[in-house]
């Protein structure tokens, strides 16, 4: 049973550029939180995702980024015009319900680098 | 805003000594707490929980003890072995209403180092 998959596992961007990350979860899970980690930080809640519903994007920047989980396939991420502050690690975690009791199961993370 | 705090970046023990990781937190909605380990490159993994209807929990060699009054969470590692040594992430989530999503908010970590 392969567990929570991201990729790519690095990612390198010029300023301006565009920015997917991909995250399939564990088999059975319907639920995807999607966090970053900046340098030296802890990692910060971005997004909540239902299959086809976004439920709490209440940590996503404002501009630029946009979340997704579609019926088929995996959750992306996706950044516009990124910038340098965009730089981080970024963690999807799958759940097979949406609740705090229910264990989270991280990703392996995606490392954006924006030159 | 740093709902939860990790106040000790780093933590130095000798193996078979015990390790403790500390975490205070400010929202009073918080219900519900746990502890994740994470090795470099890799995702977090989830290590054990408490709920704030306890005051303990324990699994094998870890223990968590809240203390609601004072705000404030530990980790407790005994013995402490060498492949202990990671980065530790406290979090803490609220499950009244519609704040239960599910979402975590983390400390910032404190790196943990096990010396044989």
């Known amino acids: 049973n392969a567990g929570v998959m991201q990729n790519p596992r690095h990612l390198v961007r010029r300023r301006g550029q565009e920015a997917r990350l991909r995250c399939s979860p564990m088999k059975g899970h319907s639920h995807v939180y999607w966090y970053r980690q900046l340098p030296e930080e802890g990692l910060k809640f971005m997004v909540y995702?239902?299959?086809?519903?976004?439920?709490?994007e209440s940590g996503m920047p404002k501009e630029r980024f946009s979340a997704e989980f579609p019926k088929e396939g995996p959750s992306i991420l996706r950044i516009q015009q990124v910038v340098r502050g965009d730089s981080a690690a970024y963690f999807c975690?799958?759940?097979?319900?949406?609740?705090?009791?229910?264990?989270?199961?991280f990703g392996p993370g995606t490392r954006l680098t924006v030159l | 805003d740093q709902q939860v705090k990790q106040n000790s970046p780093s933590l130095s023990v000798q193996e078979g000594r015990i390790s403790i990781l500390n975490c205070d937190y400010t929202?009073?909605?918080?219900?519900?707490f746990l502890w994740y380990k994470k090795y470099p490159a890799e995702g977090p993994t989830f290590l054990i929980s408490?709920?704030?209807?306890?005051d303990k929990n324990e699994d094998g060699r870890f223990t968590v003890f809240l203390n609601k009054s004072a705000k404030h969470l530990s980790l407790h590692i005994v013995p402490s072995q060498p492949g202990d040594s990671a980065v530790y992430f406290c979090?803490?989530?609220?499950?009244?209403?519609?704040?239960?999503?599910?979402?975590?908010?983390f400390g910032q970590g404190t790196t943990l180092q096990v010396k044989p």
């Open positions: 408490i709920s704030s209807i306890k």
């Open positions: 975690a799958s759940s097979p319900q949406g609740v705090v009791t229910n264990e989270q199961f």
């Open positions: 979090a803490a989530s609220a499950s009244g209403g519609s704040s239960n999503t599910g979402k975590l908010i």
């Open positions: 929202n009073s909605m918080f219900d519900y």
């Open positions: 995702l239902q299959k086809e519903n976004i439920i709490d």
